[in-house]
């Protein structure tokens, strides 16, 4: 019983670690900084996989309304950062119960 459990939490942390790996990639492809073979291969995981492609979507989106705003030349104010922050820290408490 014991092993059955020990390769269950295996099998459940090699998932998160691809999960972790494919957004990994997503951020590189979303800066450019992924090889031809890289954006090929995401390309195809995009046909495969709906709920991906609307994941970069949206990280593509979020990069756009944060260049935006930093092209403005305004400030960002202290309860901005920090609402980033706790929400930062709120989604990884939440992950790593999952």
Request: hydrophobic residues 40%.
């Amino acid at each position: 019983m014991l092993a059955l459990v020990a390769c269950l939490s295996f099998i459940k942390k090699r998932a998160k670690m691809q999960e972790l790996s494919t957004y990994d990639y997503l951020v590189k492809k979303l800066y450019n900084e992924t090889e031809p073979t890289e954006n090929q291969a995401i390309e195809e995981a995009f046909l495969r996989n709906p709920f991906l492609k609307e994941k970069y979507v949206q990280m593509e989106e979020s990069k756009n309304v944060l260049d935006n705003f930093a092209n403005t030349g305004q400030d960002v104010t202290q309860k901005s950062i920090d609402r980033i922050l706790n929400f930062s820290k709120l989604t990884a408490i939440l992950n790593h119960k999952n």
